[in-house]
Each structure stands twice: as C-alpha cells, then as structure tokens.
C-alpha cells in the first residue's frame, strides 16, 4: 500500500458531517473513519476533527514541526466545535474540553499517546466546577490533565507525579484517590504546576498551545521505540504515519442524570444475538474498568434511564446493520444526553464467530463467503480441543511453547513405560520429558499430555502430539528433570512422581495442581461453516495419519484422503521393534531379509486396516524415512535391555550405535538413501502396501495406493527406488491376476529436488511438498536445535515468524513455485500436494492455493482449519 | 552432442587412402579416424576399414541383426584389403587375417570385446603354417582364436578353456604355454572345437560368418553391464555407439626379422624430447608388456634394424608433426616391413605435460594458449607436493580416501599431545585418529601425515590438511583404532604407537613400513606455465588461510588476497582456548566481555601480522563461524581438565557441554546467528580487525580488509550485524583520526541466501559463496556423515562425482547463477567471491568464470591449480 496522499489537512466529524468512504481509512485511522462514519449516519457523537496520517508524515519531513498552515486549519475547527457544542474552549464559563487521541490505519493498542481534558488552566477549571456544580470533579480533571500533558508533552517523569499524590494522601490520611476533597485535589494541582516550572518546564496555560503541542506529541509517539518495534514485528509500513484525533469531551459523571459504559452488540462469548454490557452511573469510562465500583449489566440501563437505552439500542441496531458485524461500543450519558465515543468490530471467541457469522447469514445481513471470510481459520482451534474453564483461578509456574492446544490434568510420570503403567491401571497422566524420541510413542499416547524441557514447535514431542490432537507444552526451558530421581523443579517447587500438574497446551502454561476443564461442542453452526467452506474450496484437504484412530478422526473431520502415512511410526509398537533392531543389527542381507520377513505381515495388516477405514480415498504412503539409528536405544541402561532382549552382547548393541552415530542426522543417511543402501527394506514395503490393496481389491473394495518415496535429491535417486518398486508391484499384481492402479512419487523436501524439478517430474507421479526438511534445508535451521536462537529471531523482529509454523513465503516458497513451475511444465497434470506441518496453517495454506496445489495435508485436528482456510483463500483472490 | 550421422555405412583405410576430417571422430571413433589419419599422411598402416558409429545404433534399431547392405559392403571392403595386402581372406595358401576392434568416440579402455586372428580354419591354419614356416605360430593363433570367439561370440564360459590348456600342460609336462609345441597346440585346438560342438554351438568355418558375427559380438559389447556403467559414471551417452575397425593382421613373431613394440615420441614420465620406448623380436604385441622376455630399449633397434629405426624416427616425427602432440604408437615389423598398428596422444605425469607443453611452444609446434589446455590443471598437484619413489616397492596395507595429496612418513601416534610431544623431541609422526576436531589442530601441524579412520573429502581432517598442505588419508574404514591401548589393527596386523607407516595422500594408499620420498621440484617450466596462465585469465585467485605460515605459503604460490580468513582457528591455540572457555561458561554479559578483552589483543595480533604479510593485498575477515559446543571439551578426561584448569566443578562444565548440545550442529547456533545472541563476541572481533587496520594505516602502510559475515539466511540478520559493527569500526577510524576503507560483505552459504540475494546485496559490499554449507544444505547431505552413503552413490552412478568435491553444476550451481543475477540486478558492481572447496577444483573454477565471479579462493597449495584452470576457463569459452 502506498503512502496515503490526503487532499485536505483537517476532516471534521459533527451531526450528519463526516467522511464516510471506507477508503478513507489510510487518511483518517480507523476510529476517525468510524466517529465520521457514527456522524454520517445520525448517531450522536461529540463533535470533533481528524488530522490527516499525511500530516504525520508532514511533521516529520518538517522537522518534527506543525506547519502554520495546519495550526490555522485546527483554529477553524475548534471554532466548528464550539458552535456545535454551543460552548468555548478554554472558557471560565463554558468551557470546551478536547480529548486528544492517535488512530493509525491499522489498530496499535497502547503504542501511541492520549490527552484527555485539554483545554484546562486555572481559569476554566472554575468554569467547569460551576457548569458541573462539582468543584472535587473540575479539580481532579485538571490534575489528571496537568499529570498526563506533563509525562506525554513535557517529557517529564511520571514517577514524581505518583509520589506527590502518595505524600497527600499520607498527609491527610485518604486511603483511595477518591478519598481526596476538591480541595486535597486543588493543592496537589498546585504541586504538580510548581513542580514542572521546578523542572524548569513552562506549563502553557493557552488552550490552543496545549493543542498545537498535544498534537505533535501524538505524533511524535508514532516514532516512539515501541511503536516502532510493535510496527517491525507486525509488519506495519512506518511511512503510514498516525491521524490524530481531536474531539469534544463528554462526561459521565456530572451526577445521576450521567452515566458511561461500554457493550457488545452480541455476545463475545457465546455469540448469542443479545445485546450484552456494563455501565456505571455518575462514572467516567475508566471506572467501568478499574473494579472499585461494580458495574450494573447493560439490560439495567432500561430501568434506571429508559430513554437513553431505547437510543442506544436504536443506535447499535443501526451500527451494526451499517458495519454488518457485531460491534464493540463505548458510549457516555453526559445529562441524559446519549453520545457515542467509539464504535469498532468486537473481538469475539471462535465459537462467538462462528455463531454470529451463520446467523448473520440467515438474517439477511451478509452473505456465506462473508461470513467465511468472519471466522478466523487458526481461531476455530479453539473448538476441537477440551479447554481450561476460563472461570477458574490458575497458579500458572512455568510457559513453554503451546505444540499442541487443548488442556490436560493429570499426575506427573517421567517416562513413557510409566505412563502406559499408570494409564492402564486408570490414572491420569503427564508425561514429563527433557524430550520425546519415536520410542515413547506409546507413553505420549498413554498421557493426558506431554511437557518437555526441550524442542521447539515442530519437535518431536509437538507434532507426534498435535498428530494425536493431544495437548503439549513443548521447550519449557525452566524445568529441571531428574528421570533418575524421579522429580522436576521449577524454579523452587519440586513436583515428584503422581504430583499434580495442568497444561495449557493452547497458551504454554504449566498450571500447579488441577484444573477444572471443559469440552467445547462441534454446534450446528460449526458444520455450517464448514459445509460452506467445502462448497467454496478448490483444493482437497487431506490428512497425515498413520494409526487406525487418526484415519478416523481424520475421516470425522473430513479429511478427503491420507496425504502422509509415516511407515515408521508403525515399527516402534510392541514386538516390532525387535524385529527392527534385528534387522539393523544384522550384517548380512539374508539376516536382513530374514528380520524383515517378520515385519512384512505386521506391516501389511496396518495397510490393510487403513486401506478400509479410508474407504476409497486415496492414502499415499511414505517409505521409511529416519536414519536407521533412530531405532536403537540412546541409553546405556536400554542399551544393555536390548542386548539381553536379543541375545547378543553389550558390546554388539554398543558398536552399532557406534557405527550409525551421526554428527548431522537431519542430513545424513535417511530417507531414499537407506533404500539405495538397502533396497530389501523399502521392497518389503512395497510388498506389504500392493500386497494389502490386492487383498481388498479382491474383496471388490476400491483401493488408491499411492507409494511417496522420501528425500529425493537428484532424479536418479528416484529412478533407481522406483524402478525396483514398480517391478515389485507389478510382479504382485500380475501373480493376482487383477487391475490395480496405483502411483509412486516423490517428496520436494531437499532444495535441490526443487531447483531440478522438471527431471524429477519426469518421474515422479506427484509431488509432495515436505516443507519441514525444506524449510530446515532452506534456512539452514535444525528445528530441534532452533530453541537457542529462533525465538529471539521473532522477538527482535528478524523473522515475522517462527518459519516452521508459518510457511516462509519469500525464500522457501521460491523454491516450492520454482518447482511447480518445472514439474507442471514437463507433466502439466502432475498432481501437487503439501504434508509439512505448513499444510494445516492458513496463510500456508493460502499460499498453496495461490501456486496451484491439488491438496494440502494435515494433521486429523487441523483438518477443519484446512478446509475453511482453503476457502477463505479462493474468496480472497476473488477479491 | 547429436548422434552421428553417417554418409556411407564403412570407410576404408589403407595406402593414403582414409577420411581425417577431425569432424569424423563421432562417426569413425578415435580409433579408426587416427588409422585413417595415419594412412592420409602416408604412414604404413595394415590396410583395412571403419565400420561407422551409425551402423552400431542401426543394429540395435534392427533388433540387434547386421543388415544385408552392411554384409554386402564388408565383402566389397574384404575384397579391397585383399588387394592391397595381395592375400585372400581365409585362404589355404595365403591367408588374409583381421583383427575386430571396437572404438568409440571417447576412448573406454577394456570396456569392449576385440578378436584377433579371424579367419583362421582348419583349412587356413595349414596356409599360415606354410606361408609362415613356423606350425608352432600358425596353431598358436589358430587356437586363441577359437578361445577367443568362443567366449566373446558362441558365449561360452572362458574357465573350460583355462582348464583344457592347464590339463595338456600338466599331462606333457611343459611349464609354460610357451613349452607346447605345435603338435601339443593342433590337439588343444581340436580338444576346443570338440567342446564347443558338445555344448551345442557350431563353431563357423566360413571366414565371412565368422567376421559377421565378431562385428555384431562388438556391436553387443556396446551394451554390456560394464560398458553400460562406465558410460553412466563417465556421463557418455548411451546413443553414440561405437565403430567396430576391421585390420588386417601383421605379425612380429614370423621370424627373426619381425618385431614389435611400444614407443612414446618424448618421455612421459620427465617431457625429455627424446624417443622412448621397447620392442621385442620375434614376437607379438602381448609378448612386451607380458614380463616373460625383457624387452629392449628402443634405441636398440637402431643396431638390429636400422632400416627400420630409421623408417620409426622418420613416423613419429611426421606424427608428432601432425597430431601436435606427444604420441603413444604400437608398431609391428614383419619381414622388416614396419606397421603402425595404433597412434594417440600418451598419457605422461604431470612434470612431463609441463615441460612437453612449454618445449612444444619453443618448438613453434603449438602456442601459449594450446600449452595451457594441455596441461591438466588438477594433474599439477602432484608437483607440489612430496611423492613416493615410483620405483619403491611398496606394502598397501589399506586404502582410504586421497584426502590431501603429497606423501609421509613416520612413526604411529594417537593423540595430537603426544604429536607435539614427538615432533618437539625431534621424531616425525603420522597422527592416527578415529577422526579430528578442532582441538587437534596443533598435533596435525605437527605430524608428517594424517590417517583417519572416519571422514569424507571434506572432513575436519581432510580440510585442515589441504589447508596445510600435508599429507592426509581420511575414511580409512578398514583401521580399529583404540586411542586407549595406543594400537592401529588393519585386518590381522596390529600397530603399536611408535611403529612406522607411510601413507600416499594422492591415491589413499595406507603402507606398511618406510619407503623412499622424492620431492618434485617447482622447475623453471612450471613458472613459464603459471606466467602464461596468469596472462590469460581474467579472474583473480586468492587463498583461504589465516596463520601466517599459510598466508606466506600462498603468497608464493601466486595468491592475489586472502578471501578466507576463518577466524575461529585462531582461538584454538595456546591460551587462547582458556579465555574462550571462560566467555562460554559465563552467564553473565559482563562476564563474557571480560573473557573477551582477554582475547582482543591476542586476535588483533593475528590480523596485524596477516595484514602485513599480505602487505596492501585484499584479506577477507570471516567472523566467528561455529557452534561454541566446538570450543569445549568432547570427552569426560578432557572435561575435568578444564574444571580443573578453569577452577570450576566438573558438573559445571557437564551442564554446558550438555546444555550447548545440539542434534544438527550444522543447523544450528553458528555463524551470524552467534553474533545476534551474543554482539559482544563480534564488536571484540570488528575491534580486533580495524585496530590492527588503524595501526598499519598509521605506519603508512596499505591494508584492505574485508569483514565477511557468515550463514546469513535473511537480509534482516545482516543489516543488523552490519550495523553493528559499521558502528563500532566507524568509531575506531574517527577516533584515530585517519582514513581506513573497509567492507563489509557476507557469505552466500544458505539457500535461502541465494534466493534472496536481491534483498541482501542491498545490504552487502561483496558475496562470497561458501559452497561447502551451500551443497550440504542444497543437497540435504551432511558431509560428515556421508561416508556411509555417498561413496555408493558414486560407484552406482547416481552421481558423477563427488558434490563435495567437485560443485554440482545442475543443482547447487542453480542457486548460484540465481544469487549473482540477483544480486547484480541491485548492484551491477557487486563484488562476487568463491571460499568453499571447490574454489581450487578445476571445473567449478571454470563454472565461476562462466557467472561472472571476480575471484576464487583456495587452500594454499592449489593456487597454482586454480590459476591454471581459471586460465583454461577463459580459453574454452573462447572456443
């Protein structure tokens, strides 16, 4: 977007006066464009101005100096004002009061300055005790002012404000502000003045100088370190410069007859389509908030001021239709007189959108794909996962990273065989790691959830439990595990095995204890969504499951196919991985082929059973892909068990550790080089997918194996794998004597498979993206070493994002449209698909869209995410 | 290339009669366009004819069938060999015989079938005899011709003829093959033709069928498995088949008045521009290198036959003329007739190409520019080395791979300690490790030769090695190496520390014992090359060094700049490691800048020095590249030395051994990532670097250094250390008062730095490529772990070479030519540098030239290598 080019300098907002064309919003910030929009459309508010974001830019090319030309323009509006209000800024009898705000093009909560109650000075402080008849409300007005214009204009320490107020308070023995008398507030206004000319500080009295200043200062913010720092990680252009926004106060607390409050025009929570807020009578906007007085639910305001409610609900029923979203307000009663301050598109929880977005279809209000494009994709996780009763009091001890959302409560074991003990005698369990290994597959599956000490988004630990739609606090740096002591500290608490513990694998919080957990609903309107979505996306969402369990949840959440089954998730289980083990340990390749005679059948009958949950829908599987050291044990007391277990020496098991350590393992001997080393592994494999497809097709069932061969690098990797495959399967399928289709393709997850994809596409029947290793191999980062540095990379705002969670689009996804470019050039209908952890994250998942993929794959939990994030992205590229 | 495209099926040659048009090398092979040559320029040459390239793809295109055209014009080119030698094929009184050879385009030694003696039977064998007066001869030939197409044509197993000859040996008592007489050898043939009719084939009489199906036997050879593989490994296309070169034969061994013999036109060992060669009377080809007879020197034919030797002096001139170059003939006299039954250039050692090139131009025979392509730029590096006697006799006890050429000698040892210990004791070592680290830096100075037992060409040992220019066997898999008991066991010898090995770091080669050295000198030719080399190419070549042993080393090899100094090396040294250690340990910012300050005086002392040895010549600064987990201790023994040293507890070391731990060192907290958590470390090296810079300055003297920021993967990462350090070093020039240049570049080694070169070069004075990381991350391949695989992707011809060694053009060059056009788009100027391995490796050099890069950098001793290439670069381009 381009700087925006204003054709005036100043945009007054009064009764039926304002400018109302949304694209506005780069010249005005969004809350000038809606107080204008408010006034265009006849709800009341205090009159005011807006200073074009140009002006910023002005400021700042001018010197940081306001031109004559906009302190004229300012003089003209704050006349305007005045003969709105029917008062006079700076006035002893009538005074006008501004209140003085920044407003960006985009919402920066907090980054920027505010003056409220500009206009002040001894003289009109009288005038405004008189007007109010509340000489304790003019004086604690005028201190806030000179408090607030001293630390924001004048750049003075806020610090000594506080202590005067804390001295005068001693002094006269008040416990709270709102103890101290008109008086008290009198002579501390006093103090402050003196204080600042001490400082050697000129206080203007002029109102017009306090605004000329008060403007600059908001301008001066928008360059403040925060701000800055809050526009590098966000993203924000620091050329849109800030609007200022400049309008009339109201006030609340000039007795019964006013009052302030703020509400939402539906609910935030549930979505529920009632009108839904708090007020206070005789209050100002800040003590709705500050909890020393309660306030009353919105519905009360009928009976205490009927009128006023009948307007504000003719109001928001206007704002709302006009906005056609559920709106948060602020309004004030300023002497029975209702004015609204601020007008905004409420926040709301995923179930509170979901709602809100089908039932403002069905009322006529928006349309499906605007509604669609309501609910936010990442949010909606929200609701497939139990959650912590957002009602209950936590202890939180510790934050690591949220791997995996969702809650669990339960005790404290320490490995994973003890997790599955403790499982089946039907307790609850946390499984406490320094990290996972695929040999704990069993105890994370056995747990409530799982904590570890170390890894990052995409360890381990993360993705084997977002697999499992189990809750996960991975990379919890403080912890201190003793597997041998059986405890863990934080900081100097000791939790030993069968202790208490919560997770909130949704924020990262380690919680002391038990907490109350409630399960969120799949409602109707969720499969409104989500039958929408469908309606609306081009590509098939699949998922990455290899168990019987995830093939069905998959199916529930309607996944279109298996986009990635991970054949050696299946060695671990039980006696599997001895015959593993024997396999690796032979040295022989009729050893070998004898160890992997034994798997052949086990590995046939996790084919067949998915085969036939899936039902037709294609499943590509992946052959083995981690380094054969992976399945031998890391410890020399699993070492020595092993050993015993197989009937060979210590020393035999120690060696071959030995042997296949790897410095580097990411890179190392892996993936289709085990298959070029020891091709019996993966035609075992391919015998045991076509053998279970032959088994069902005779039974008359449809079957579409798909066969994914891993970290393909150069096309005659490929070559060579697939030829031995393809002879394998033919054989097999001709000895049955049936048809069978079946394909075999490649995974694009080296940069160099990318950069030579038009020779692999001559071989290779589709391609699957593996964004993990490509994002790893593109950067240069091992995810499970990334902890060090990576997330101060996106605290200091060198990457947006973590990179494995969001797709990186401008180095990683080069390579992946290099390659679509290559691989469709040479077989235009090559079929294109993702299963990195990228395929279940929508602005990946955008990106997919946008470069032409088939389908994107995910795990069984993001498969509603991925459905409505694919819709989302066609609505948007019709935008 | 395209396939040949022949005019007419078969070109015969004889009495200058013979197409030498060098164009039709694709169509005739080498081969048969030299025969063909020879005879044009009227070189006595047995007459015969080509049977062209074209007619070897017809074949296959046939279905494997000589067509009936091809036999019709073999009978009309039979006929015309008949007329020349006045002989008839297969005749009972005098007999015409051939030779059937292969010859391809390129030559492929051994890959292919030849039967010689075609056209004996029963008949013609008794015409031999006659016209020959010797039976002996005549059943001689007759006899291996059966043998020979037996086994190459009738396909019969090659051992039943081993047997029957052993068997007639055994039962006349004769101890060679020469004891047999003819009588002995007309029954052998007979036992031979008994046997091939038992097993049911038909052994042909008619010499016409017998020639037809040797030259569809040759044709079939094309596609044999192991011509087949060599193609793939060589990258020759399967579709240039080959010629098959029908001769007729002319035999040495009639007599006392025949000979033959081998000869080159210089020497090939020296380049001395004298005839050498030998020759045998009275005998046949295999007769001289067969070892049964000593041939003589063949100066002596001079003596024998003068007439002959002066007819062979007057050839080899007229060849050496023709072809420009040295040549390596095979003649044959029969009957004092001399034949040149072959011509091609010889294959001679490095000295000799050097010196034959440089004669050559002297000679007026060639110019500059042919000099330099004639000498093979990799083929130098044995003149820079010391090598083993060639006529040493020598033991290989084991083979590893060359991993730094030159040759050594000395007495086992395990430890670098005790390397240091020996070498200071006056004793010369070779270091046996399993592999090397960092810490071992010192001992590897020390030592005469490094063997590892792990490692791949571009390990720690194989790198620090070249870098020294010292001899080093590394991946040696055959060694057991126990660092405890201080024993080397090679299958059943075993190696006590102190034992004497020698190991050829050219070939591999582990030997037992001592063996003689000689050291090639750098002779007055070898400078002429290099000046001319220097003269033509365009790209400047700079080493990577950083002691100032390897700066000077480069400085006399040509060196133009230092375009790599890895600074990291200088930490290991002397107390050096100790304030490295103690920064690590420490938690503490303030901690850490203390350890640092310790070593800011040391490392600004590296680079004065350096700088003023390369006395105003370019010296590329890299900062601090590896993960810190490299400065610390790798075992428990090594650990509680530095507790003790450091006056810490062992747990204290423990923790952050384990603490810095990482799975993917090479992903990991390394290069710029260490300078974004921990600025002081390359503020105290930014400081160290420009101090030295200032204090040189101040002198008067020239110095420009270049500050080079490794493993960027983002722009962001490199505005940001850039900015710091332009800070820092901008502050130190001001402070001094004087006027420094500098800059301030970056490595491409990351493929996402490639990719978004556009962005970074924004940011950086120059890219250098460090295409070591950039294949191990383009290519997914650790290069420390690829032992267990990538050998056999080479063998198997999934590679051509090695990716480490020799830059993969059509992966990792991609990204290259990427970056450059990038990176030149935003700045045309932009300065673009080589330091990986491969800046000393010819044909990536060539590859460099061809992007546009303005320099390479290498080891010191391959400098005169890259000079050379990059010289040949610019001469083939031209081309």
Request: with cysteine.
């Amino acid at each position: 977007m381009s700087t925006a080019t204003a054709t005036k300098r100043i945009y007054f907002f009064g009764k039926n006066e304002g400018e109302i064309n949304p694209s506005m919003k780069n010249i005005l910030g969004g809350k000038g464009l809606n107080l204008a929009i408010m006034c265009h459309i006849g709800v009341p508010v205090p009159p005011g101005f807006t200073i074009s974001t140009a002006e910023c830019i002005s400021f700042y090319d001018n010197g940081r100096k306001i031109s004559a030309e906009l302190l004229a323009e300012i003089r003209e509006n704050v006349a305007k004002v005045e003969a709105d209000m029917g008062l006079k800024f700076g006035d002893s009898e009538n005074p006008l009061l501004f209140s003085v705000r920044s407003g960006a093009r985009v919402s920066m909560p907090g980054m920027m300055d505010t003056i409220l109650n500009l206009g002040l000075n001894d003289v009109s402080v009288e005038g405004l005790a008189k007007k109010s008849n509340n000489a304790r409300f003019a004086w604690d007005s005028y201190r806030r002012f000179v408090h607030m214009f001293s630390t924001v204009v004048l750049d003075l320490d806020h610090h000594a404000f506080e202590h005067m107020i804390d001295d005068l308070k001693a002094a006269v023995g008040a416990e709270q502000d709102t103890d101290l008398t008109a008086e008290n507030l009198k002579t501390l206004t006093q103090q402050y003045l003196k204080y600042v000319k001490d400082q050697g500080k000129s206080f203007p009295t002029d109102p017009y100088e306090q605004l000329g200043l008060a403007v600059a200062a908001v301008f001066t913010s928008w360059h403040s370190d925060r701000a800055v720092k809050y526009r590098q990680i966000n993203k924000i252009p620091h050329d849109w410069g800030t609007a200022v926004n400049v309008q009339a106060m109201v006030f609340g607390n000039m007795g019964e007859t006013s009052g302030t409050g703020v509400a939402f025009t539906r609910n935030p929570s549930t979505g529920e389509n009632v009108f839904y807020g708090e007020f206070l009578m005789d209050a100002q906007g800040e003590d709705v908030v500050a909890g020393i007085r309660t306030p009353l639910p919105i519905a009360e305001l009928e009976r205490v001021m009927p009128d006023a409610y009948a307007d504000l609900v003719a109001i928001y029923t206007t704002l709302e239709k006009h906005f056609k979203d559920m709106q948060d307000l602020e309004f004030t009663i300023q002497d029975r007189k209702l004015y609204l301050l601020q007008t905004r598109s409420g926040k709301r929880t995923a179930a509170a959108a979901v709602k809100i977005a089908v039932d403002m279809v069905e009322e006529g209000m928006i349309d499906k794909n605007e509604a669609l494009i309501r609910v936010g994709a990442d949010q909606i996780d929200q609701l497939l996962h139990p959650m912590i009763d957002p009602k209950a009091k936590v202890a939180v001890v510790a934050t690591g990273l949220p791997a995996s959302p969702g809650a669990a409560v339960g005790q404290v074991v320490f490995t994973a065989e003890e997790a599955e003990v403790w499982k089946n005698e039907g307790k609850k369990v946390i499984l406490v790691r320094v990290e996972t290994s695929p040999e704990d597959i069993g105890g994370m599956n056995a747990a409530e959830g799982i904590l570890t000490a170390r890894g990052g988004m995409t360890s381990h630990a993360a993705v084997v439990a977002r697999g499992m739609g189990k809750c996960c606090v991975a990379g919890c740096a403080g912890l201190k595990i003793s597997e041998k002591n059986k405890t863990l500290e934080i900081g100097s608490k000791v939790y030993k095995e069968g202790d208490y513990l919560s997770l909130n694998g949704s924020t990262g919080e380690v919680i002391d204890g038990q907490v109350p957990l409630i399960s969120s609903e799949l409602t109707g309107d969720f499969g409104t969504i989500m039958d929408w979505a469908d309606a609306v996306r081009t590509i098939k969402i699949r998922a990455n499951a290899e168990t019987p369990l995830d093939a069905a949840t998959a199916l529930k959440f309607g996944a279109e196919g298996i986009g990635l089954c991970r054949t050696e998730h299946m060695f671990f289980e039980g006696d599997r991985i001895v015959a593993v083990r024997e396999m690796i340990l032979s040295e022989t390749l009729e050893g070998r082929k004898k160890a992997l005679a034994k798997l052949e059948p086990i590995q046939k009958g996790d084919f067949l059973s998915l085969f036939e949950i899936m039902d037709g829908l294609p499943v590509t599987v992946r052959l083995i892909d981690p380094p054969l050291h992976e399945f031998l044990p890391h410890t020399d007391e699993a070492a020595q068990e092993m050993a015993t277990q197989m009937g060979v020496s210590l020393e035999t098991v120690q060696h071959k550790v030995h042997q296949l350590h790897e410095f580097n393992p990411m890179l190392g001997h892996r993936g289709c080089r085990l298959g070029i080393t020891f091709p019996e592994i993966i035609e075992m494999q391919a015998r045991a997918i076509i053998g279970a497809a032959i088994d069902l097709k005779k039974e008359g069932k449809v079957v579409i194996p798909e066969i994914m061969i891993p970290l393909i690098g150069t096309v005659a990797e490929l070559k060579m794998t697939k030829t031995k495959i393809v002879k394998i399967c033919d054989e097999l399928v001709k000895a049955a004597g049936i048809q069978l289709e079946y394909t075999v393709g490649t995974m694009i997850e080296i940069p160099r498979a990318a950069l030579t994809a038009d020779l692999i596409a001559a071989e290779a029947d589709f391609f699957s993206f593996g964004t993990n290793d490509l994002t790893q191999m593109t950067f240069g980062v091992s995810r499970d070493d990334a902890g060090s540095f990576l997330p101060g990379y996106v605290e200091k705002g060198i990457l947006k994002d973590d990179p494995f969670q969001v797709l990186d689009q401008e180095g990683v996804g080069q390579l992946i449209e290099i390659a679509v470019e290559k691989g469709r050039k040479v077989k235009p209908d090559l079929k294109i698909g993702i299963c990195g952890e990228h395929g279940g994250e929508p602005s990946s998942i955008e990106f997919c869209y946008r470069s032409g993929f088939d389908y994107v794959s995910c795990s069984p939990y993001r498969i509603p995410i991925a459905r409505l994030a694919a819709a989302q992205a066609v609505l948007r590229k019709k935008k």
